[in-house]
């Protein structure tokens, strides 16, 4: 959590200030510059007083600093966490990615690790950002102007060798970073749920109190998923096992997919992870490649 007492080049940004001004969802609070949001999505969106600082970026080799940076300064950044902080990678006035764009060209990276492992994720900037090579995949990326956010054109979802679910095209399922699961339209979850059911040679668990996630199965040495392979405008992205289900218990695996409540997509991180998913805003493609993070 933020003490601004300890940083010198702290500042708030006033009321008056083209900062203000040029940002949505302000107002002003004792002449703070104060952002809040009328987003149903609480937990990752922000309420706080705009402010600027230094902020420092470093890597094995280099630091840099950036001045005079943008930022919520809040402790009503996440509801489940309070104190939680969030980086921006989106495209709107505030993200750490527009106020970078004069250094990284549009390009950046970030390669997720999985829950399970001890290292941290990484996140590269500029040339290092780009991702190409054997079994890298690219796809157009539509960049939602209104609310800063990334999507991508979801033609449909292989369930091993040959069952292709077609949900019909999405043009615009959300790549998000900060939801874990893949989110599908109902009906096309329900239809991927079929499919990935009978491409298993086991019963389901029955539904009970017991909270989880749609589609579970008892965990033993013999349990054996399909291949989920996410087709993609231009491209195929297969998982791996550790994409696709997620081991809740000790003896219960789940699905990683579920019914959204609305017509939307949007694919979690758990389907990122292991990837190393590079974004090149200049020419509008977003590339995933099958990586280690852990030693990346």
């Known amino acids: 959590m933020i003490d601004p007492s300890k940083s010198s080049t702290f500042n708030y940004v006033f009321c008056k200030s083209n900062e203000c001004q040029k940002n949505n969802g302000v107002a002003c609070i004792s002449n703070n510059c104060h952002f809040s949001c009328d987003s149903a999505d ?13 902020i420092t970026l470093s890597s094995i080799n280099t630091t840099l600093s950036l001045p005079n940076i943008n930022f919520i300064c809040g402790n ?34 970030y390669c997720l690790v999985p829950y399970s492992s001890n290292q941290s994720s990484k996140i590269d900037f500029g040339w290092k950002g780009v991702v190409e090579g ?6 157009p ?20 060798n040959k069952s292709t679910v077609t949900i019909g095209e999405i043009n615009g399922a959300y790549i998000d970073t900060g939801t874990m699961l893949t989110y599908l339209p109902s009906d096309a979850y329900d239809l991927l749920q079929q499919e990935v059911i009978k491409a298993i040679n086991q019963k389901p668990m029955e539904e009970d ?18 291949i989920i392979t996410i087709n993609l405008r231009g491209g195929n992205v297969e998982l791996g096992t550790g994409n696709t289900f997620i081991r809740v218990t000790q003896d219960v695996v789940c699905f990683a997919f579920a019914p959204s409540s609305g017509k939307e997509a949007i694919i979690g991180n758990w389907q990122q992870m292991n990837f190393l998913v590079g974004y090149d805003l200049k020419e509008g493609i977003i590339s995933f490649k099958p990586t280690d993070c852990s030693k990346y």
């Open 141 to 160: 990326l539509i960049q939602n102007i209104g609310i800063g956010s990334y999507s991508v054109i979801l033609e449909g979802i292989t369930v091993g």
């Open 134 to 139: 054997d079994g890298a995949v690219s796809t």
């Open 209 to 226: 109190d017991t909270p989880r996630l749609p589609l579970c199965y008892l965990y033993t040495p013999e349990f054996n998923p399909p």
């Open 76 to 109: 009503n950044i996440s509801s489940d966490f309070p104190g939680i902080g969030f980086v921006g990678l989106g495209h709107g006035s505030l993200s750490l990615i527009s106020q970078m764009d004069h250094l990284i060209d549009g390009k950046f990276a």
């Open 42 to 54: 609480q937990v990752s969106c922000p309420n706080g007083d705009l402010a600027t600082d230094t």
